[in-house]
């Protein structure tokens, strides 16, 4: 049977009432991998998603009301952090901004070329800030410096570290030296966004820059309202006039004022909320691979997890199948390796089901490691993420039906951070991206894989080796049999224990058109048009 | 009258600086790094340095108390540690919001509460007073945050008659404010609207049982002459301290309807400096809001003592 007369028979049984709408949502995602195709399926289908407007002449003007999930800490866009991303893609511009397809794309620079260890950014003449002043070479290297400075705060400090020296030998041209490939100099101008060097001290609650909208006002636990930048480079855009985002605590708030028209889009989508979206004619659904999933780390000093069987065994406990189907209704695919995504180098078919749900084996390992009536250890995890509360739950109720009596800490992050970053936890859940950008990025700054302070405490001299020659071949066929060695040895070793892919889900209203995102999954405002 | 009002005042003052102590041991004795909440994973160790040296952690916890007691003391609330914001800025930011809220939750409290209360105690063990009684046990056990979400859902999403959120002052919209105002003060009132009309049924049932009641009908007054001149005016001495206590309801009520009706008062930004963390700006805001409510029961002590002068004189 082909996939076009499943779907056909899936939709007849959704009409005969003999499966749930749900089930016929999870199914045809199945089938098809695409939102847009089910929700077309549907009935009462209409056109999804951003396409839908493609040719279309957009129409200027009006205002654009963006939910978000909680406010704004800081708009300095050297000091990242998921509720502040979508601040940095207002006011600011990068110099170079990785595409879809991971190859870099001009922002403000007119073109680029890598030179041995050189790489060589030419900027566009003529781009303001929005105090008028041209951008020149120059605030790039104070961007460069700034960045780099640990006392700013901004962890974008390590992206500075493979670059070696920063020279500016015209007005327009700024020049790095790098050590190792020249996707590192990429992945600091992708998440480098240029500030004005005479207002940066204010950036924290001012910012200004040279991207599509002017900082109008932030009310702190309300809302940011941001003006249409009449001089933006990209000319005739951004195209609507006003936007607003407003900060919501609560996800329901946030989904019923979309529902009710009160906002246009909404950034952040629970899984659980996505089957109620695709159900209301009036909205639209975007799905963004954003390279990003959720996992328990091991820390391998603590016992009894210093021995590798336990790990293993650990492993063998995950059932991963159903946590997909209860946890994240079957929105998110289960996961084996880090490395899921084609693309990456790293990845390789035969690793998919290294691992699947076994308790038989993990008993039988545990007896080999001596421990074969079980242990007791305990998960700590952040109180904020009710879904890493739910999947640990999964795996507590199966760990102990081979004796092995697991314990959950739910703490508040004010408690979370300081035992997530000293490495002091048994067993911690959470999410871990970057494996959409460059393996160097996902080995330099997730704090489970990188070489130093790695809060799982794993090392060993083979894993290092192979993660600086990762970081200094730029032979491609060289590179990739280096990350899937990388990949297998993470899926022995187990101190990192992916579960399931960690997509983000959009929604906007039907009037939304032209919606696009940022790599990590934030919307880019400055192409969006209202059509009403 | 005066000195009464004046003692009443300085007995105040050990209430705040009780108050104050409370307030800032219940955020600084919560177990963690505030730091960490604050910046996130993305700080630098530097950074966390920074913070908490700004927010004074690293000092003894009474240098600590001391510090900011000295600046409360010359009118400064410090700032907020996540937006940099004056905390006195943010505090009259939002304030107008929330005193537009409770002022109309209280206007349909009474609005409810006064004929039902009135009616549940004239018509005493009828059908009338069993409706009343049964609404009034009703809308006190509901919790607001639920029926807060149950009219979004029926009158705004489903009749699509009300906007389910955000505020929209007066002056630049004014049906547009109602419109916006209603859903959230109607969920906040009734509650309040409940709790009110059983004092004024247990008031008024207690006051047309007494002797000057009596002597009223005995002189063959009218009905309404001895409601509205001897029993109403006497049953609404207990009221209107009730009402007083009911403030303090409305003011904590309001931090889960704003934060389901997305309404921009100081509940919402409690809340949200509360889940950042902010510090001083939580200290600031439940220190503002105490002292309102303690202004409020001193104006309602106060009126109590007008309306009955045995108040001022037992109290000597």
């Not at chain 1, 659904?285 to 780390?297: D, E, P, S, T, Y």
């Not at chain 1, 007896?367 to 250890?377: K, L, M, V």
């Not at chain 2, 993305?42 to 900011?68: C, E, H, K, N, S």
Request: hydrophobic letters at 45%; one cysteine or more.
């Amino acid at each position: 049977m082909d996939r076009n007369q499943e779907l056909r028979i899936l939709r007849e049984q959704l009409g005969d009432g003999v499966i749930t709408r749900r089930e016929f949502i999870n199914r045809a995602l199945i089938l098809t991998g695409s939102l847009a195709a089910v929700s077309a399926l549907l009935p009462g289908a209409r056109p999804c998603l951003a396409a839908a407007a493609a040719g279309r002449q957009p129409k200027p003007g009006g205002t654009l009301t963006v939910g978000k999930a909680g406010d704004f800490t800081t708009m300095d866009p050297h000091f990242r952090g998921a509720n502040n991303q979508s601040a940095h893609l207002t006011s600011f511009d990068p110099v170079l901004r990785y595409g879809k397809d991971m190859k870099p794309v001009a922002e403000l620079a007119a073109s680029w070329e890598v030179k041995e260890d050189k790489f060589l950014v030419k900027l566009q003449q003529g781009i303001k800030f929005h105090n008028g002043r041209e951008l020149v070479a120059d605030d790039v290297l104070f961007n460069f410096e700034r960045a780099g400075d640990a006392n700013v705060g901004g962890r974008l400090v390590d992206f500075t570290k493979p670059i070696t020296a920063v020279k500016v030998p015209d007005k327009y041209t700024v020049e790095f030296t790098f050590q190792g490939v020249p996707e590192v100099v990429v992945e600091l101008l992708d998440s480098m966004f240029i500030v004005n060097k005479e207002t940066a001290g204010q950036v924290k609650n001012r910012p200004v820059g040279t991207g599509p909208f002017k900082f109008a006002e932030w009310a702190p636990g309300d809302r940011a309202r941001w003006t249409r930048y009449t001089d933006y480079y990209k000319k005739g855009q951004p195209y609507v006039e006003t936007l607003v985002q407003k900060a919501y605590t609560d996800s329901e708030t946030q989904l019923v004022n979309l529902q009710a028209a009160q906002v246009d889009l909404i950034e952040f989508v629970l899984a659980k909320d996505v089957e109620r979206i695709l159900g209301d004619k009036n909205l639209k659904l975007v799905k963004a691979n954003v390279g990003a999933f959720w996992m328990f780390m091991v820390n391998v000093t603590h016992k009894p997890f210093d021995n590798k069987k336990v790990r293993q065994a650990l492993n063998y406990m995950i059932d991963r199948k159903t946590i997909s189907e209860k946890v994240f209704f079957g929105q998110s695919k289960p996961l084996v390796t880090p490395f899921y995504l084609q693309t990456h180098p790293g990845y390789d078919a035969k690793f998919e089901n290294y691992y699947t749900f076994n308790l038989e084996k993990a008993k039988q390992l545990l007896a080999e490691a001596g421990f074969p009536n079980g242990f007791e250890a305990t998960i700590t995890g952040f109180a904020a993420f009710q879904e890493c509360k739910n999947f640990s739950q999964v795996l507590m109720a199966d760990a102990a039906k081979i004796g092995v009596r697991l314990k959950l800490d739910d703490l508040p992050s004010s408690q979370a951070y300081p035992k997530y970053l000293a490495g002091d936890f048994d067993i911690l859940n959470g999410s871990q991206g970057m494996v959409h950008r460059d393996p160097v990025a996902f080995f330099a700054m997730n704090p489970s894989t990188r070489l130093n302070n790695n809060i799982t405490k794993y090392s060993s001299p083979e894993y290092t080796r192979l993660v600086t020659d990762g970081a200094a071949t730029r032979d491609l066929a060289k590179r990739k049999e280096i990350y899937k060695k990388l990949n297998e040895m993470i899926l022995d070793e187990c101190f990192l224990l992916p579960i399931a892919e960690y997509p983000k889900f959009s929604a906007m209203r039907s009037h939304v058109q032209d919606y696009s995102d940022h790599l990590d999954g934030f919307p880019i405002y400055y192409g969006m048009w209202l059509d009403k | 009258m005066g000195r009464y009002v004046l003692r009443r005042v300085l007995q105040v003052v050990p209430a705040l600086f009780v108050t104050s102590i409370i307030v800032f041991l219940m955020l600084h004795l919560t177990p963690g790094d505030p730091a960490y909440a604050i910046l996130g994973l993305d700080a630098t160790p530097q950074a966390i340095a920074a913070l908490r040296t700004r927010m004074g952690f690293d000092q003894p916890l009474a240098v600590q108390y001391a510090l900011w007691l000295k600046q409360l003391l010359h009118g400064d609330l410090g700032e907020s540690f996540v937006s940099g914001s004056p905390v006195w800025t943010l505090i009259w930011m939002k304030f107008p919001a929330t005193v537009e809220l409770s002022t109309s939750a209280l206007l349909i409290a009474i609005l409810i509460a006064l004929p039902g209360g009135l009616l549940s105690a004239l018509r005493h063990k009828s059908g009338v007073d069993y409706t009343v009684t049964g609404f009034n046990a009703v809308a006190l056990s509901v919790p607001t945050f639920w029926l807060g979400i149950l009219l979004v859902m029926g009158v705004s999403l489903r009749l699509g008659w009300l906007p389910p959120s955000d505020r929209v002052p007066f002056l630049e919209n004014p049906l547009g404010s109602l419109r916006h105002l209603l859903l959230p003060a109607v969920t906040l009132g009734i509650p309040i609207s409940a709790a009110l009309s059983r004092f004024l049924r247990t008031a008024v049932l207690e006051v047309i049982n007494r002797e000057y009641v009596r002597t009223a009908r005995a002189k063959g007054l009218h009905e309404s002459a001895i409601l509205y001149r001897h029993a109403l005016r006497n049953a609404l001495i207990p009221v209107v301290t009730a009402l007083g206590i009911l403030m303090g309801q409305l003011l904590g009520g309001s931090v889960v309807v704003e934060t389901v009706f997305d309404w921009p008062g100081l509940g919402r930004l409690m809340l949200i400096s509360v889940l950042n963390k902010d510090f001083t700006v939580v200290q600031g805001t439940i220190l503002f809001v105490v002292v309102i409510f303690v202004t409020i029961n001193l104006l309602t002590d106060t009126l109590y003592a007008f309306l009955d002068p045995r108040v001022r004189y037992t109290n000597h």
